[in-house]
């Protein structure tokens, strides 16, 4: 059976079994205008799905129904005993007929037209004894000329006017039983209130919690019974949260389900002709998410309409077809879920953009005259920006894409534009897949505790303190060439704010920072804590009203020792530090510290017992391999590495030896290993993933950052030349020749270097 058939059986089954009690409080008491409008509504809509549905005989019996409900709604009439035995011989007629499309699919033999003929006439005395044709204005529709998105926007609204939200959870034997008026479908299926599966997610928080205390208990590791059981309870409560969790989980396509009457009737007003696509609509995400989403997608949906496809005409002139195409697409990615909103409009011009932010004040032309394209998309969700000439129905207040960022932030998400100038925009929003129950850092500052979310987790560091400089009053650490401001968390902890928070605690400093590398929506910084301890699941808990206000923390769990957590906000610390004000001028100075080419280089013996380098860019991986694995194939020698066969070159036998006896460069690596420095040479296909191989360099000692200024030229080949680091002569492979003279198939290609 068709799914939307299933659906609607259930749906309607559920309404029937409301109506009989409806109808029996209705003779009690007849006024209740309230209750007279639901029951319409739920007529109404099965009259109208049905009609989609091409049920004829089911459309025609409640059509005649809903004439009836349509003169008591509007107080032409009242209820009288004679029309309520009616109005219940007609829920019976639905049911019955439900009962026989469950079955056969199709609406059964019985006539219902003499009972059809009775509701007309209790309607309308007046009228004929014969079923009445329904008229123009009141016919439904068929299931030709209906379009489904009407069906949908109607049976949407019939769902907000319930009383209370519900979710439909089926049972495993869903679809065992048939027949008997709907005993399968109606069986198989339970109404759960939304409230209750909340309570039950709290629940199984709470035991996930117990669980993680318990696992770290002591007896755990030294009874062995003992610890029999804890991995027997840790089993059963991951699988329990995971059942849990599904019960949470809706399919997107509920959340996009109105979009196409949006797209259809904006489109039509705005004089543009736009076709919706959708893509992923079975994607499954938390309902609460869901309920945050629902805004911010009407939003971007007619922001596309209004400023990004053109009119038809527009399109013909630049060589597009007349009609636009919108296209939503959701998906699963790295326990996230990103939906994107691609339109193949005009774009986003940011020469455009730049200026009509200086005319509304929101940048200098000194900014705007530094500010990269990227940048200047991205002004598009400042607040109260506009690119309307003047203010509409549907927009030019520019409080549109503002508040589609701020409630994505609100749920952890993030939101990113691409922008093709004359091709097209994609707008991409990435949440988590749940905001209950989420994987975590754990780390402390000042002797506390905090939680981090992995989703804004990009890497962890240790640095050395006299690595860090500083570009207007800003500490920032060069991390492969990108600088990144840095945040004390424990002078954020203490209330203080930029530039004390960013400023280097007074005491005396650590030998070693540790450092994460955070993703606040288009731009990271790195925090420094004390300690980085564990990462477990949390159970995310909100904080109560009285904390709302502090923008630093998302909330609060428990630990698995037992200890209370504080789950820091990323966006509300850059905020509190006054990261984005600074921005700019940290940018702007960006490029004249990076003048200085200081890159990240591996420092490894070489040997005639000298040190030698390699640009860190130019490195893949570093590798111990035995020897005991190594093959030879023709000349050469290989080895297998991550199921790929991986060519080994010996840089030093390529490199013309200085000294008579030399050392062993090997000294200090574990005897029968070779350390190995991977390098991937680049396709020219850059969609392609280039080849690997492997180089044989001796002890691995260091990774520096230096100035690339040459003291000397190379005095061999295969040198780039000679520089001083750490107070000691240094040379620099040239690792293109290398691998050049070991493989020269591999030197028609055009970038060798990673």
């Not at 309607?12 to 209750?35: G, S, W």
């Not at 755990?220 to 059942?243: M, Y």
């Not at 998410?289 to 939003?299: E, Q, S, V």
């Amino acid at each position: 059976m068709d799914d939307m058939v299933k659906d609607f059986l259930i749906e309607t089954y559920d309404n029937l079994e409301k109506l009989d009690q409806d109808f029996i409080v209705l003779e009690q008491h007849p006024d209740d205008k309230e209750r007279l409008s639901s029951i319409f509504r739920t007529i109404h809509t099965i009259k109208g799905v049905s009609g989609f549905l091409d049920l004829t005989k089911l459309m025609a019996l409640a059509h005649a129904g809903e004439n009836l409900l349509s003169k008591l709604r509007d107080g032409v009439m009242k209820l009288d005993e004679d029309r309520a035995n009616a109005l219940l011989k007609l829920v019976d007629g639905i049911r019955q007929i439900l009962g026989s499309v469950e079955t056969g699919s199709t609406e059964g033999t019985v006539d219902y037209t003499e009972l059809a003929a009775h509701l007309n006439r209790l309607a309308d005395p007046a009228a004929a004894p014969a079923v009445a044709a329904p008229t123009a204005e009141s016919k439904p529709t068929s299931a030709v000329e209906r379009k489904p998105e009407a069906v949908v926007a109607e049976a949407a609204a019939s769902a907000a006017s319930a009383p209370k939200t519900e979710v439909v959870a089926k049972t495993p034997e869903a679809g065992a039983k048939a027949g008997g008026e709907g005993a399968g479908l109606a069986d198989a299926s339970i109404r759960v209130d939304v409230e209750v599966l909340d309570r039950l997610m709290n629940l199984v928080g709470e035991l996930v919690l117990t669980r993680n205390r318990l696992m770290l208990h002591p007896a755990v590791g030294s009874d062995t019974g003992f610890q029999g059981l804890a991995q027997s309870l840790n089993h059963l409560t991951s699988e329990l949260q995971e059942g849990v969790m599904k019960t949470r989980m809706q399919p997107i396509g509920t959340l996009w389900a109105k979009l196409p009457r949006v797209v259809r009737d904006l489109s039509k007003l705005v004089g543009k002709t736009i076709r919706l696509e959708m893509e992923g609509q079975d994607t499954e995400l938390d309902r609460t998410l869901i309920d945050a989403l629902k805004d911010p997608m009407t939003h971007i949906v007619r922001n596309s309409i209004d400023h990004g496809v053109e009119t038809p005409e527009g399109r013909i002139a630049s060589g597009k077809p007349p009609e636009g195409v919108l296209t939503l697409r959701a998906c699963h990615r790295s326990g996230n879920v990103v939906i994107t909103v691609d339109d193949d409009g005009r774009g986003i011009d940011p020469v455009k953009i730049k200026a009509k932010a200086v005319e509304k004040g929101l940048i200098t032309p000194a900014q705007a005259a530094q500010m990269s394209a990227a940048d200047a998309v991205n002004l598009v969700f400042a607040a109260g920006f506009s690119t309307a000439e003047k203010v509409s129905n549907i927009s030019g207040r520019g409080v549109g894409m503002d508040v589609v960022k701020t409630n994505i932030e609100r749920i952890g998400g993030r939101v990113d534009l691409v922008s093709r100038l004359g091709v097209g925009l994609t707008l991409t929003v990435t949440i988590p897949l749940t905001l209950a129950i989420v994987p975590a850092l754990v780390l402390s500052s000042g002797g506390t505790h905090f939680a981090i979310p992995q989703t804004a987790l990009v890497e962890l560091v240790r640095i050395k303190p006299e690595v860090i400089e500083t570009v207007f009053d800003v500490p920032v650490y060069r991390l492969r060439g990108q600088i990144l401001p840095l945040v004390y968390l424990n002078k954020i902890m203490q209330g203080e704010t930029a530039p004390a928070a960013i400023a280097a605690p007074a005491v005396s400093a650590p030998t070693a920072l540790s450092v994460l590398i955070l993703q606040a929506n288009d731009s990271r910084y790195g925090l420094v804590v004390d300690a980085i301890h564990n990462t477990e699941e949390i159970v995310v808990k909100p904080l109560s009203k009285h904390f709302s206000e502090l923008p630093a923390y998302a909330g609060a769990t428990i630990l698995g020792d037992g200890r209370l957590a504080l789950i820091l906000d990323v966006i509300g610390i850059a905020r509190l530090a006054r990261l984005g004000q600074r921005a700019g001028a940290v940018d702007a100075k960006a490029d004249q510290v990076l003048a200085t080419d200081r890159v990240p280089l591996l420092i490894f013996v070489s040997p005639d017992d000298g040190r030698m380098a390699i640009r860190l860019d130019q490195v893949t991986r570093l590798e111990e391999l035995p020897t005991s694995g190594i093959e030879r194939i023709g000349t050469g020698e290989t080895i297998q590495y991550r199921g790929t066969i991986l060519p080994l070159v010996r840089v030093f036998a390529l490199l013309a030896e200085r000294r008579n006896e030399p050392r062993n460069p090997e000294s200090g690596v574990p005897e029968g290993m070779l350390q190995v420095v991977v390098h991937t040479v680049r396709s020219a296909d850059a969609s392609a993933e280039g080849q690997r191989v492997g180089l044989v360099v001796g002890r691995i000692l260091d990774t520096v950052e230096e100035s690339l200024a040459m003291n000397k030229a190379g005095s061999r080949a295969g040198i780039t030349g000679c520089l001083v680091i750490q107070g000691k002569v240094t040379e620099l492979l040239d690792v293109d020749w290398v691998v050049r003279q070991a493989h020269p198939e591999l030197s028609a290609q055009p970038e060798l270097s990673a």
